[in-house]
């Protein structure tokens, strides 16, 4: 596609449910990234994928919270048993690393409603 | 702990009107810095970047400076339309340890008035 998609927009679950989150990369991004923005907040850092190597998970705040990504596509992010103080914006970005003058390219992000 | 600090933390401005936004950033070493701009509901959108032997930067009604000795950087917007509100968030990449995750400001949330 022409940007990074996410999917679903919004979300509203209840708490202690799990809920995933999935995010479209550009075509050959190989960097990819997770963030959470809670409401009027900045962007907090959740997890890297660069290619095949190990993701950097150092942003995850708690066990509940992991992320797959296949290769260079598709990647979910889940959060099980969810509480409220999850309820923010989960947003994705991708880039094709040029060295240290990478662009992020986010997409629209996912509005997730815990209640 | 890399840290970058954006002022004010929000602006009310008429249309027309120029502003300067200020980012003052920790991170050393210094790669390079990023100006983007958020509009609500959307994800940032980049406007400019800046690396360590630049000094001042345009793209249209945005000018960006940096003053690497006292890790400053502002964006200036020059005669404000109403589509400039939003956030514009600063973010400063350190590239020690062979990590690139870049440091994110808080943001200046901007509102230009009629």
């Known amino acids: 596609g022409a940007g990074v998609s996410q999917s679903p927009s919004n979300k509203v679950t209840e708490k202690g449910k799990d809920v995933e989150l999935r995010c479209d990369p550009i075509s050959g991004h190989t960097a990819l990234y997770w963030y959470r923005q809670r409401l009027g907040q900045g962007l907090e850092f959740l997890i890297y994928?660069?290619?095949?190597?190990?993701?950097?998970k150092s942003g995850l705040p708690s066990d509940r919270f992991s992320a797959e990504r296949t290769g260079e596509s598709v990647s979910t992010l889940t959060i099980q048993r969810t509480q409220q103080e999850d309820s923010a914006v989960y947003l994705c970005?991708?880039?094709?690393?040029?060295?240290?003058?990478?662009?992020?390219?986010f997409g629209s992000g996912t509005q997730l409603s815990v209640l | 702990k890399n840290q970058v600090e954006q002022s004010p933390q929000s602006l009310i401005i008429l249309e027309g009107k120029n502003c300067t936004l200020q980012c003052n950033y920790t991170v050393s070493p210094f790669s390079n810095l990023r100006w983007y701009k958020q509009d609500t509901g959307r994800g940032p959108v980049s406007l400019t970047i800046?690396?360590?032997?630049?000094n001042t930067k345009s793209n249209g009604r945005y000018t960006a400076t940096l003053d690497a000795d006292t890790k400053q950087s502002s964006l200036h917007i020059t005669a404000s339309q109403l589509s400039d509100s939003a956030s514009y968030i600063c973010v400063v990449r350190d590239p020690s340890g062979g990590s690139y995750i870049p440091t994110f400001g808080r943001g200046t949330s901007l509102i230009v008035h009629p």
């Open positions: 994928f660069q290619g095949n190597s190990a993701p950097d």
């Open positions: 800046m690396t360590f032997s630049e």
């Open positions: 970005a991708s880039s094709f690393l040029q060295g240290a003058n990478e662009k992020l390219f």
